[in-house]
């Protein structure tokens, strides 16, 4: 599936990436699952 993020690019790269990684989790969580633990170490 192709999703679309709402980045802003006034964000640094950083920002950018962990906002990425934390959609990235929510899509494995729709899709398959996922583990809790794993979900709150990208909150972090």
Do not use: C, H
Not at 12 to 20: A, G, L, Q, Y
């Amino acid at each position: 599936m192709n999703y679309s993020y709402p980045l802003n690019m006034d964000w640094s790269k950083e920002e950018i990436v962990t906002v990425i990684r934390y959609f990235e989790s929510i899509e494995k969580a729709y899709e398959s699952g996922i583990d809790v633990q794993e979900l709150k170490k990208t909150l972090s």
